[in-house]
């Protein structure tokens, strides 16, 4: 399902520092659930694609893309459409 | 939800929001750098307003060039909740903050550090066990905090490590994890090379390794299972298969093997 970057794939730990500066608090133990498919999981447990461009979230049971992070010039842009609920 | 925008750079010059503080960029000092093995090392760090962390944590390290150009990296803590804090860290061959954090950091030197961060990868000593812990290589070292917590509060949760790594060479904490401490049970797996005598196991984790150390799912273990990101699937996917509920399987990867 994750195809040929599948080893590389990290999960919402890794997000843990990006998402306490955006929203001041731990995430990490917070539950989002997926908007497309409607999986209910803790941050800590969605994939997570990091790249020099920005950073992707995806639901791991229908890899429907959550929240995407992307950084210009000292402004991170949030995405968070693909969640249906994050509290 | 709908998209924002976020202000997320301290050195925004004016209005920036107010930030919590545990997000809050902290200079850290260099207290002293040990090896662990030829390629880890150990790195105490004074931290002034350091708050305290929790068993499992991580930290973020960022690193500024000459140039201003950045790099950031999260490091497991090391050092037990009370304990000065540690991180250890692995040198990547082609990484880009690793390498300076193994091979010229030096005491007394300074770096920029966020955190602690992770509410997830916790353990405390009233969640309780028995714990099952897993690490792939330098996934030991929130686990290592995790044992070190749960001797220093004098919890008698029994406790099972399984620990795979490339080599004996390439065992972080070898020392500390030979000396017997009750309740507490280290099992090695070398995957690559062994020591002519080895008696342990000499293959990646899979699962008849798991259904011969992993306690029993009846006796409602609480596992938790770090390393590279193939190591964790696996293993995660072994202790489910014993009839480990997923919600008692804690996972934080590392990336692709070999890092």
């Known amino acids: ?87 | 939800m709908a998209g924002t925008a976020v202000r997320g750079r301290l050195s925004d010059p004016g209005g920036r929001p107010p930030q919590a503080p545990l997000a809050a960029w902290q200079t850290a000092t260099v207290s002293s750098v040990t090896a662990e093995t030829a390629s880890v090392r150990t790195i105490l760090l004074n931290v002034p307003d350091w708050p305290g962390h929790r068993a499992g944590q991580h930290l973020d390290v960022r690193l500024t060039a000459e140039d201003g150009y950045q790099a950031e990296r999260s490091y497991s803590i090391a050092s037990a909740p009370g304990e000065p804090l540690a991180i250890t860290v692995e040198r990547l061959e082609d990484g880009e903050v690793s390498p300076y954090l193994t091979e010229e950091l030096r005491a007394g030197d300074q770096m920029e550090v966020r955190g602690p961060i992770g509410g997830y990868f916790v353990w405390e000593p009233e969640m309780g066990g028995p714990l099952l812990l897993a690490a792939g290589g330098s996934g030991v070292v929130p686990l290592r905090a995790i044992v070190r917590c749960r001797i220093m509060v004098g919890s008698s949760v029994p406790v099972r490590l399984l620990y795979s790594s490339r080599s004996w060479a390439d065992v972080i904490y070898s020392g500390e994890l030979s000396r017997p401490t009750p309740g507490v049970e280290v099992i090695h797996t070398l995957t690559r090379s062994h020591p002519d005598g080895w008696t342990g196991y000499t293959r990646r984790v899979d699962a008849a390794m798991l259904a011969e150390v992993a306690f029993r799912a009846a006796e409602g273990a609480l596992a938790y299972v770090c390393g590279p990101t193939n190591f964790v699937e696996a293993v995660a996917a072994g202790l489910v298969g014993l009839g480990y509920p997923a919600g008692r399987v804690k996972t934080e990867r590392f990336g692709a093997s070999g890092q």
């Open chain 1, 1 to 87: 399902m994750l195809g040929p970057l599948e080893g590389s794939v990290l999960d919402g730990n890794a997000i843990g520092g990006l998402l306490m500066s955006l929203f001041g608090t731990d995430m990490t133990a917070a539950t989002g659930s997926c908007g497309f498919c409607g999986t209910v999981a803790q941050v800590a447990e969605l994939a997570v694609y990091r790249s020099d461009l920005g950073t992707v979230v995806r639901c791991r049971t229908c890899d429907g893309v959550l929240m995407v992070f992307v950084e210009v010039r000292g402004v991170t842009c949030v995405d968070l459409e693909g969640l249906a609920s994050l509290s």
